[in-house]
């Protein structure tokens, strides 16, 4: 083996590193890729397998917001990944459950309020999706990153919105409220 074709296999491998580095940086700071399957965000996805990509540098800058849709290891399972939106953060309180009337027009409210570093998290689809109504508020670090596009099915590519259903909207008394809404 010449000595030129030692210093072009060490140039190769010099280059693989780095490349390996490059992308392990993109993978863990930027962003990823994601199928979301199931029926628990429709309609802002489709059951059938949309293809989202989720970034994760902003929220290591300022954290996730209500309305964001997330990709995070479940709570359940630590092998599978949920796709929800986040529609409560620390402090805000949740309706998790309403009692039979008092009497006209007052019911029990029963609410659980976020603790601080946790999220909840919620489908779009709620008579289909199991989520923090199943299993509680979910800690800030099992969310990988925030859903930034579909962008499969192809002819389906678009931005995520953040738009939070109504009928999420109204079970959330967001940190500061002081009472139930009437």
Wanted: hydrophobic residues 40%; charged residues 20%; positive net charge.
């Amino acid at each position: 083996m010449s000595l030129e074709s030692v210093k072009k296999s060490l140039w190769v491998a010099a280059k693989s590193v780095q490349l390996i580095g490059v992308l392990h940086v993109i993978h863990e700071y930027l962003f990823d890729f994601s199928s979301a399957v199931g029926p628990s965000m429709i309609p802002a996805l489709n059951d059938k397998g949309d293809i989202v990509i989720y970034e994760r540098l902003t929220y290591r800058l300022r954290g996730f917001e209500r309305g964001e849709v997330v990709i995070a290891v479940s709570p359940e399972n630590s092998q599978l990944r949920v796709c929800k939106r986040i529609i409560a953060t620390e402090g805000d309180r949740v309706i998790t459950g309403v009692s039979g009337a008092k009497s006209i027009g007052q019911y029990d409210v029963k609410t659980t309020t976020v603790p601080r570093g946790h999220v909840w998290l919620q489908g779009d689809n709620p008579l289909h999706s199991h989520d923090s109504r199943h299993y509680g508020t979910v800690p800030v670090g099992l969310l990988l990153g925030k859903v930034t596009w579909k962008v499969w099915p192809f002819y389906q590519v678009c931005r995520v919105s953040r738009e939070v259903p109504l009928e999420a909207k109204a079970s959330v008394i967001p940190f500061g409220v002081a009472t139930v809404p009437g």
